[in-house]
């Protein structure tokens, strides 16, 4: 495993991130707290630009839980059958919808515990909406930012637990609200899966990966 670099390694990758990219977002499109439950439930196993596709009809005439519940499950169906697992996912949908108007009043909670309870939202999720939404410095660990905190040793660690309470106990705090866009986006565009992007990352001589093609 890739050893652990020190703060100020991890401070001045941070303060170049920070550089190129002050306020980084993230790139499901929702109008609200619940549409982005929705969009980032539907994101598993599935690109951000299908799940943003499948969902520019569905929210402009279902954007509370009501509204998606008098959609039905055969509607909601119908626009997401393009995602992968859309079956599954549109049963989820409207089962949260349904816990949503139960149990909160048809409000979007804000705690990781109550997120996460709901269907086919996990502790990802979860930490996904409470970052976006409510500005939390919550860090939700996808497989882009396994690999860049295993690779580049900002966070190494054998899963994604590891990872997130690496970076929640390494990185500064002064990082740590934009530290999980940063780390996606560097991990989806530059940091990529079979050939990393050495020669154009801005953290090539900060990094602690082996193979780097300058």
Same mark, same amino acid.
């Given at each position: ?24 977002? /993230? ?8 549409? *982005? ?6 994101? %598993? #196993? &599935?690109? +951000? ?70 269907? /086919? ?8 909406? *409470? ?6 410095? %919550? #860090? &939700?660990? +996808? ?72």
């Amino acid at each position: 495993m890739t050893q652990q670099l020190d703060y100020q390694t991890i401070r001045e990758i941070f303060t170049r991130f920070e550089a190129a990219e002050a306020e980084p977002k /993230g790139e499901l499109d929702h109008v609200n707290a619940y549409t *982005l439950v929705v969009a980032v439930a539907l994101s %598993a #196993q &599935a690109t +951000d630009k299908g799940v943003n596709k499948a969902t520019r009809d569905l929210f402009a005439i279902a954007d509370t839980p009501q509204k998606m519940l008098a959609l039905g499950i055969d509607g909601v169906t119908e626009h997401i059958k393009t995602i992968g697992l859309f079956r599954q996912k549109a049963k989820n949908v409207i089962k949260l919808s349904q816990i949503l108007v139960d149990d909160y009043g048809g409000e979007v909670p804000n705690s990781r515990a109550a997120l996460a309870s709901l269907p /086919g939202v996990g502790r990802k999720t979860a930490n996904v909406v *409470l970052n976006m939404w409510w500005g939390h410095p %919550a #860090q &939700a660990v +996808d497989t882009h930012i396994f690999r860049v905190g295993n690779r580049t040793g900002i966070a190494p660690g054998k899963d994604v637990d590891a990872v997130e309470r690496k970076i929640e106990d390494h990185v500064p705090a002064d990082f740590q609200r934009h530290a999980h866009h940063w780390l996606i986006l560097h991990g989806r565009y530059t940091c990529v899966a079979r050939k990393p992007k050495c020669g154009a990352c801005l953290i090539r001589d900060l990094c602690a990966y082996d193979a780097k093609e300058f």
